[in-house]
């Protein structure tokens, strides 16, 4: 049987969030900007044709996204211990681990639902490893899989003051992080503006993970459908826009379930 | 067996072309733009760790992308006979089958390699219903499949003056168009900036496909590593970003092969 | 007495048009984008402050600007004869008569109403030599003047597709760009989109302006208040924006009458 | 004898600083972004023509510019009382002293050279009304007029790291900012990112000028010619790009030298 056979059965999860006018975005990455190009009618063709097409530009960590594991550094060193210097330009970005060489992401996926059917966390909330353990019960997570953990954030997306609510947002701190890259998996993603508590003035999150790990971070993800159908493992698949020298890129990841 | 361990042994291709300042566009689609926002060592924390980040802008018709249906339209209807009166604006795009209404794509994937192992089709070439035939020799293509035709036209990307050629570039005509939609098919790709032999002041292979039909356009493939190793059938996976009311958006599709 | 009290009973007319979402363009040129970076209100200082900011995306050529000089070349050569080889890149633009090289304009300014009272030119109209001398009738054109050719469409501004008219629209052709460019004039201007009556495939205004004589091409003015005021002769002043490279930028020209 | 005649034998200072790829940025506000949108060649004309032109994308605050009264608010009030509730959105930016809405600036303007042969500023140096004072002395400052500090820093604009400093830079803090209003000034400049001793978290001087006082604040001007003159008082020109709803635009001020 072929594999689109198997596929024709399976259900898939959209975990992306939608771009528009005014979208949630970290202050210091730049808003997403929208407007076409040219309406239909503005021009029509020798039969009766005319098209209409649009301009964006955005910052790449803006909406759904997955950071390189250039992203960060750490005394002037990137992952594996290149030193940054002599690797970035403006105009050319980084010449290392840059979001054009992360492959086609199709591994196994991890739902961690820290909520169940209550309340999001709230703002000040730091995900510890008891609570990763307990949201991970009875699965085995394994080197390369992907784990994301749903805060209930997702949902106040289209409330973009709420959602980034001056970046105060709950997530794991050091101690989850560890809890995390001691199982080897490949990313970790969230529901939320930052895979980290936020504030955080040292960013222990993003060092431990990107720089010390080498395990990528993935953000503003929309875990709520995953999570109503009480879906804990699947296939993540996603592939992030192929930016050459990019620190991160959007992507719009899917989930199937067999 | 689960779904990740078929996946695990299938080969994976990836048919998206890279972004770049400088990279080919539509004379008419705004141009890729990048720099970074900062770079490591601007900013150092109180631990020491630092980052970069990104920001872009591009025409959503720019390298590797899907045209919506709203893309076109003819006689000031879009497909399906909505007029397109009332339905744009330039701030919100359109609000009738725009590109954040399309579904994850997982479907069957075809290749119709019109060149094989020799040169790319000449600029002036239209791709005619008997050369799509007798690349779908011994394939049945089936309603819903994504048909791929690649002219060879990939390796030019990087050479932007080349691959653009001024808009003169092969594709089909409307008979070819037409052969491909009697088959029911949901969207149509080539290696080309343009699926359509252009310059084409009708447009009709659009007119046909989007407006008239209702089946996607996929521009700016990469299909020589699939056409390398002879691929003809594939698991087609690739969802835009999910951008509210554009007529296109950018994707990273996915060939793989069990 | 200092320049200052002269110019505190001047009247000043600004001849730039606004920017906003939807405005019009030039098709081959980026649209405008706009959005707040963030609002009011998003984020709160430690004694009750709060700020809002923007981001906007544009082609250089949008909106009421001048052409620097090698906007256009012939036959692969700049004004001067510099061969445009070796002179250009996507990332750096252009290293000879960019728009950054143009010194600070104030010089003398002339307007030619080419329509006084009347309706505006209609779209397919020539402005001829002998219409520019009428125009210009008891006001002599020096050396290094900026002219400025009022067409009344202007007035359309506001409504795009009435403004860019599928790129039909009046102006000088060769007769009418050698009647200015034999004064020996800086600049030449217009409330159009094109200084020039397009479409002209061989773009005949620009080439002779541009490249044969080393004039300026100032476009999308508002020059409807000068005409009321039945103004004909002013200062003008005006400065790109400096940007490194570029073929073109936006301006806001004023016109100081004494 | 024509205003123009006089201003043949004005000397012009040219205040802005140039925008290029990897220029300096405040890190909260959109960097510059440039690209050709097409190289001289890359099209002919049937008579040999070519053209290139460019498309940028920066925050409304990135380079040489100035600030709308609306770019600051406190206790959620504009300035003259406004609740900013309703007055914004992200599509539209401010309905109340935006950027539009300020005309043509010609105004007399006063240098303050902080430092005259002397180096630059140190980060953490807060200008004081004395040391205003002393920099005025012999000068009366008006109404109306445009007040520019020189703390040397402009000529670290080359240099995006020394100039942007992780945002320590030197600047008045409320004192100074009294002092400056309290003369009716219509707007006050700096050779620095920020018009304001930074970091400073409840931003005294901005919230003093822009809101409580309605004065304008000028940002990354180049002012070092002017003072290698040693011109102390001059006639400011300067009129930003009129974007709809903006908080702030870029311009290109001139000082025009009798």
Redesign the interface.
């Known amino acids: 049987m072929?594999?689109?056979d198997?596929?024709a059965v399976?259900r898939?999860f959209?975990l992306?969030?939608?771009?528009?006018?005014?979208m949630p975005h970290y202050?210091?990455?730049?808003?997403?900007?929208?407007?076409?190009?040219?309406?239909?009618?503005?021009?029509?063709?020798?039969?009766?044709?005319?098209?209409?097409?649009?301009?964006?530009?955005?910052?790449?960590?803006v909406?759904t996204h997955i950071d390189a594991l250039?992203?960060?550094?750490?005394?002037?060193k990137?992952h594996g211990g290149h030193p940054?210097?002599g690797l970035?330009?403006?105009?050319g970005?980084?010449r290392q681990y840059s979001i054009?060489t992360i492959?086609?992401i199709?591994?196994?996926g991890i739902l961690l639902d820290l909520i169940g059917g209550g309340p999001p966390l709230s703002a000040g909330h730091e995900v510890t490893p008891e609570e990763l353990a307990e949201a991970a019960r009875d699965l085995q997570i394994r080197r390369g899989d992907i784990v994301l953990l749903r805060t209930g954030w997702g949902r106040y997306y289209s409330d973009?003051?709420q959602f980034?609510n001056?970046?105060n947002c709950p997530g794991p701190g050091r101690a989850g992080a560890e809890w995390l890259s001691a199982a080897g998996i490949f990313a970790a993603g969230s529901d939320t503006v930052a895979f980290e508590k936020v504030p955080a003035?040292?960013?222990?999150v993003?060092?431990h993970l990107l720089?010390e790990s080498g395990i990528h971070i993935i953000e503003c993800l929309n875990l709520e459908e995953l999570a109503e159908e009480r879906v804990r493992e699947f296939?993540f698949?996603g592939?992030?826009?192929?930016?050459?020298?990019?620190?991160?890129a959007?992507?719009?990841p899917?989930a199937?379930v067999?």
């Open positions: 072929a594999i689109w198997d596929l399976a898939v959209d992306a969030q939608p771009y528009f006018t005014g202050p210091t990455h730049p808003p997403f900007l929208f407007s076409l190009t040219k309406q239909h009618g503005d021009s029509v063709g020798p039969q009766g044709h005319s098209s209409a097409a649009d301009a964006i530009a955005l910052g790449s960590h909406g250039c992203h960060f550094s750490h005394d002037g990137l940054v210097a970035q330009s403006y105009a970005g980084l054009d492959p086609p199709l591994r196994r973009p003051r980034i001056d970046t003035p040292a960013m222990p993003h060092v720089v296939l698949i592939a992030p826009l192929k930016i050459r020298g990019a620190t991160g959007p992507l719009r899917l199937l067999p």
